[in-house]
């Protein structure tokens, strides 16, 4: 991607051209992917940080239903 007005390499994909100062492409498509990308970031936190919360629940209510037959099934075999 190259700045607009200055046809200035713009690699790193900045809002601002890094030579001239100006915005380095359209504005309606820079503001779309700003939004996108921030939006999307702060979801993706959330909605990991509930994942992993309700996934680890999940997984301790398994260990212990495992963890239950086993001993019920290890108090079985003595009787
Ligand atoms: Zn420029």
Redesign the pocket.
């Known amino acids: 991607m190259k ?1 607009k ?4 390499p713009n690699k790193e994909g900045w809002f601002y ?1 890094r ?4 915005k ?1 492409n359209e504005s309606k498509f820079t503001t779309n992917m700003y939004m996108g990308s921030d939006v999307g970031k702060r979801s993706d936190i959330e909605f990991s940080v509930v994942d992993s919360d309700t996934h680890m629940k999940n997984l301790e209510k398994q260990r212990q239903a495992k963890h239950n037959k086993y001993w019920k099934e290890k108090i079985n075999a003595i009787r």
């Open positions: 700045c007005h200055c046809k200035y051209c030579s001239c100062g100006k380095a």
